[in-house]
């Protein structure tokens, strides 16, 4: 449809502030310390508040909990405040979906009641025994002095109910407490069990080993679900800080279809992809590797694996977990978003947190890595289609794409380049393996030789605020193949001062052999989640505009580097808003 060609020229403390007020985090009486007399307008227009990520409607939420299907409907558990808009009082919360993309709130799962869990409930997850029974296994805090961390079990009160309204925690609860050479307070979120080949029940609790120099996952065994030994050996272990939040399944290269973790071992072309969420950094890495049953062992299929880094999500995400959806035959990837404003904001606002949509995930045909993209489901919040074909976008122009509203939005686009290595610019070595930091150099607004090319999402009519979503092609030196990065810059997304935007980057594992990548990016007024040639490289950035609000929100695509571009084929589609928990 209708298009308009333009030509146009081309704190630390928030850092400290957002990323460490992660998973467990307490903030000290911080509900009274804002004046939201002080907080910029824009932050508490409820037109930036999300409409198709999950959410509550209102109060802070944090790591995904425990998914799972279980007679016809999804259950998904999370982190949840009940009394404010900041970490604390953490509540298991529950929510319920035929679809995974409407939601409806239900009765509190879990919450602190047994001597194993009375100063707190934090993550964990779910496994569904051998005759139909979901379990909840998750970390209790058992001491007010220290976060001493143990781990429990739950189970339903009635299994008839299809909607698990009530759980029911045994008496021997703890099941596992620490031994004593691990850290108590770096003890927790066990992840989902998988019953071995030798008719014993294996699952991972994130740790630290080494004095806490090194992240580990312990393996924990089982006979009966109810008494349970720790392997003397962790399941692996890199000095990159404590773990948490670890997460461990199989996966066949290249099939789409899942795997159910118990019915994994000893099939051949098998491959296991371990996850750790990195207390240090705050964000989700992962290996693809080999599982070794009897060893109780897990190996790294490239040895400079724990070094190198891959993400899940190379913007604001975390505490990611998968379960496998025996409905559909897939893996599903939850992940949590935090926000880009202050703690004063957030009280102000009442909300804080989100959930990314729901990812179907899988290993690439080379089993190298993992292939995300969003659940099918959600483009049934799709409407009023628009269209580009075949336009070429020269250098320094960028297009407008009309006719729908754009402040939610789903955005598919297909780019070609000419000329890739003639008009690359060449890498610097010494950000061959930072792309973050070549992101932060190298801008949507630094003119390249090819590219940056991409999406300007959530601008204001006049260009003065815009996420930039784009991809630049370089030329490593000795190498006839290009290095390919995506990148998220919301450098210039609000005139509020006050939020912390920072460039978010990773390399594409593609060689453009065709001169051809392809991007899409779901828009949901103050979340850009974007995935990259497929769902190789995905990037989620939350953004908070001044002036790009609702009606005010224009998408163009727009190229900065000096080869043309082409835009085969771009479809953006109107977003339609789901039941979302009562909100």
């Known amino acids: 449809m209708g298009a308009l060609v333009v030509i146009g020229v081309a704190c630390a403390w928030l850092l400290l502030l957002q990323l460490a007020g992660a998973s467990h985090v307490v903030y000290k009486d911080v509900e009274t310390e804002a004046n939201a007399a002080n907080v910029p307008p824009s932050i508490v227009d409820p037109l930036l508040r999300t409409g198709f990520h999950f959410q509550p409607p209102k109060n802070w939420i944090n790591d995904p909990n425990a998914p799972m299907y279980y007679e016809g409907w999804y259950h998904f558990f999370y982190q949840y405040n009940p009394k404010g808009a900041v970490w604390g009082n953490i509540v298991w919360a529950h929510s319920v979906s035929r679809d995974l993309i409407n939601w409806e709130a239900i009765e509190t799962a879990i919450e602190p009641s047994i001597p194993a869990d009375q100063y707190g409930c934090w993550s964990g997850s779910a496994t569904t025994l051998p005759d139909g029974t979901p379990v909840i296994m998750y970390t209790g805090i058992n001491r007010p002095d220290v976060n001493y961390q143990v781990q429990n079990v739950a189970y339903p009160r009635n299994r008839s109910d299809p909607m698990l309204r009530e759980w029911v925690k045994p008496e021997h609860n703890p099941i596992i407490v620490p031994e004593s050479d691990i850290n108590a307070t770096q003890f927790r979120d066990p992840t989902t069990a998988w019953l071995a080949s030798d008719g014993q029940w294996r699952l991972l609790i994130g740790s630290a080993a080494g004095g806490g120099a090194r992240g580990a996952a312990f393996v924990y065994r089982s006979r009966d679900f109810r008494q349970w030994r720790r392997v003397p050996r962790p399941l692996h272990s890199a000095a990159t800080g404590m773990w948490e939040c670890p997460d461990f399944y199989p996966a066949a290269p290249g099939r789409t279809v899942g795997l159910d973790a118990s019915s994994a071992p000893g099939r051949p072309q098998v491959k296991y992809v371990l996850k750790n969420s990195l ?96 659940i099918e489901e959600v483009e049934a919040l799709r409407h009023q289609p628009v269209t580009l074909r075949d336009t070429v976008i020269k250098r320094g ?146 953004v908070y505009p001044s002036l790009a609000v609702d009606k005010n929100a224009h998408l163009y695509v727009f190229n900065n580097g000096k080869a043309d571009v082409k835009v085969t084929l771009l479809t953006a589609w109107q977003m339609k808003k789901p039941l979302m928990n009562g909100a």
Not at 470 to 489: H, N
Not at 490 to 507: C, V
Request: with cysteine; aromatic share 12%; charged share 25%.
């Open 279 to 374: 207390d240090l950094r705050r964000y989700d890495y992962y290996t693809v590797g080999t599982y070794d049953e009897k060893a109780e062992r897990y190996v790294p299929d490239d040895p400079a694996g724990d070094e190198h880094h891959l993400r899940y999500d190379y913007g604001n995400f975390y505490a990611s977990k998968t379960f496998y959806d025996p409905a559909k035959k897939r893996r599903v990837l939850w992940g949590w978003a935090n926000e880009s404003d202050t703690r004063a904001d957030d009280v102000a606002k009442g909300w804080a947190g989100i959930q990314a949509i729901p990812r179907t995930v899988w290993l690439d045909f080379g089993g190298k890595q993992v292939i995300q993209w969003p």
């Open 397 to 542: 122009e960028h297009v407008e794409v009309t006719g729908i509203q754009t402040a939610q939005a789903d955005v598919e686009v297909s780019f070609e380049v000419s000329s890739l290595l003639a008009g690359a610019e060449p890498l610097d070595p010494a950000l061959a393996h930072d792309a973050e930091r070549l992101c932060g150099a190298r801008g949507a607004d630094v003119e390249g030789g090819v590219g940056p090319f991409g999406l300007w999402v959530l601008a204001s009519a006049n260009l003065e605020e815009r996420t930039a979503v784009f991809f630049r092609v370089f030329k490593a030196a000795g190498s006839d193949k290009p290095v390919v990065l995506m990148c998220t810059d919301p450098t210039k997304s609000s005139l509020n001062p006050d939020l912390y935007l920072p460039t978010f980057a990773g390399f594409v594992d593609t060689d453009l052999s065709d001169g051809k990548i392809s991007l899409r990016s779901l828009i949901d007024r103050s979340v850009v989640e974007s995935f990259g040639a497929g769902g190789k490289t995905c990037i989620l950035s939350r």
